[in-house]
Every structure is written in structure tokens, then in C-alpha cells.
């Protein structure tokens, strides 16, 4: 058997009521660097959060008392839902045997960074998420700019004319990605892997649905920065001289 990883200083909660499942998630998980706590229920699972202050949630969606979606809800109304590592936002990953597009986008929308169907192979369960840490630790990037709009990915901040932007941790990862391809046509099969890291078998839908949604805080009284390409995905730039 090979030896346990050295600790990687990462706090993972685990929530899930399968028992069997718990634990070998659990076991896995420390073998593989990480210090996990565990719960058996939602209520269970918000206790734990406010005890742990975890790095990121693994939640099954179905529980037996309130679902993984509501145990997320409710988290993102204790902790706030602006992308600040180890503050405001809590990386979560979702667990479940339902595998049907609507559910992945309901708690992609609800600002999951993962979904992950049952059974899954634990290899590359820890190897998600890694990427999903990855791409919520914040680490020191230059400062980018398009006309007056201002990300911050050292600081997790957004801003348009000086205004402050409050954005979704999903819609600071779509907005960093159009900003470090500004002026660039991007497909929507590329964002959906970049910001998603997941191809939802080529439905795109809730590429869509979160460009509406940073529209409708950017683009809201400025001039037009995100436009669409028709047939093709999107691009932000700034107004043409």
C-alpha cells in the first residue's frame, strides 16, 4: 500500500449519510494529504462549518434532512457570496447519484464549483479536487483592465468605474476568463472548460445563462463590454474608436 501523502495543510468537509461511503471517502482523502471532517447530515454539515472553517465542501445532495443544495444555500447566506478564499467563499463540490444535466446546473448556479456522479473513482475525485482548489486559491496575478472594468485576481475583487462589483464565485471565474481573453472570441466549449471544468455533454445552456447575469451587472448603465458572436460564444472588449 503506498505511503500517506505528506499533509498538503488543506481542511476538506465531507458530508454524506452513506456511512460506507463516508468513511471511505474520508480514509482516501487523509491517505491523500488532506484533514477531513465529516458529517452525516445538512444540520450536521453547518455546525461542522462553522467549527472547521473548511478549505472546501464535499456534499452529497441527497441527505435525509435538508438536501445539498439548501446546506449550500444556507452557507452562502452565512458566509456571503463574494469570491474571497478562506472569507467569503467556500469552494464546494457536489456528490450525487443523479445524473441529470438540470441537477448539475441547479448546483453549478447555486455557485458549486464541481459536480461529481456516483460511483466515481477516488483517484479522480482527489485529482478534481485539486484543480477545483486550483482555481479558487487566489494566487497573485496582475491586475486586468478593459476600458473602465478592473479585476483583481490576487484580491478577488471587481469593479466598473470605481464601483464594486458583487459577484458569484462563478461569476468572478466567467469574468476572469473573458478579461484574460479580452478582445478574443471564446467559444462556449471553452468556457464551459475552463471556468466549469465540465462539458455537461455539450450543453451549454448555463454558459448562457451566467453571461446574463454578469451582463446584467456590468453592462448595466456603462457601455456594452460583453457581446455576443453569434454562432460562436462571446468576447469582451472595449467601445471601438
Not at 39 to 49: N, V, Y
Not at 58 to 68: A, E, F, N, W, Y
Not at 121 to 126: A, K, R, T
Request: proline content about 6%.
Amino acid at each position: 500500500m503506498p505511503r500517506p501523502a505528506a499533509s498538503t495543510g488543506v481542511n476538506l468537509l465531507v458530508v454524506d449519510d452513506e456511512p460506507t461511503v463516508r468513511e471511505l471517502l474520508c480514509a482516501a482523502l487523509r491517505h491523500a494529504g488532506f484533514t477531513v471532517a465529516a458529517a452525516c447530515t445538512g444540520q450536521e454539515a453547518l455546525d461542522r462549518a462553522e467549527e472547521v472553517s473548511p478549505d472546501l465542501v464535499l456534499v452529497d445532495v441527497m441527505l435525509p434532512d435538508l438536501d445539498g443544495f439548501e446546506v449550500i444555500r444556507r452557507l452562502r447566506e452565512r458566509y456571503g457570496s463574494a469570491a474571497a478564499p478562506r472569507t467569503g467563499h467556500i469552494p464546494v463540490m457536489f456528490l450525487s447519484a443523479r445524473d441529470a444535466t438540470q441537477d448539475k446546473i441547479e448546483g453549478l448556479v447555486l455557485g458549486g464549483d464541481d459536480y461529481v456522479t456516483k460511483p466515481f473513482d477516488l483517484q479522480e475525485l482527489i485529482a478534481r479536487i485539486r484543480a477545483v482548489l486550483r482555481r479558487t486559491s487566489g494566487d497573485p496575478t496582475a491586475l486586468l483592465r478593459v476600458a473602465d472594468l478592473e479585476l483583481d485576481p490576487e484580491g478577488v475583487q471587481a469593479a466598473r468605474a470605481g464601483e464594486p462589483l458583487r459577484l458569484s464565485p462563478t461569476e468572478f471565474r466567467l469574468l476572469h476568463y473573458l478579461m484574460a481573453n479580452a478582445g478574443r472570441t471564446v467559444s462556449k466549449p471553452q468556457i464551459l472548460q475552463r471556468v466549469w471544468d465540465y462539458d455537461f455533454n455539450g450543453d451549454t445552456g448555463i454558459v448562457d445563462t451566467y453571461i446574463s447575469y454578469l451582463r446584467r451587472k456590468i453592462d448595466n448603465g456603462g457601455p456594452k463590454l460583453i457581446h455576443t458572436v453569434h454562432g460562436v460564444g462571446y468576447v469582451l472588449r472595449g467601445a471601438k474608436t
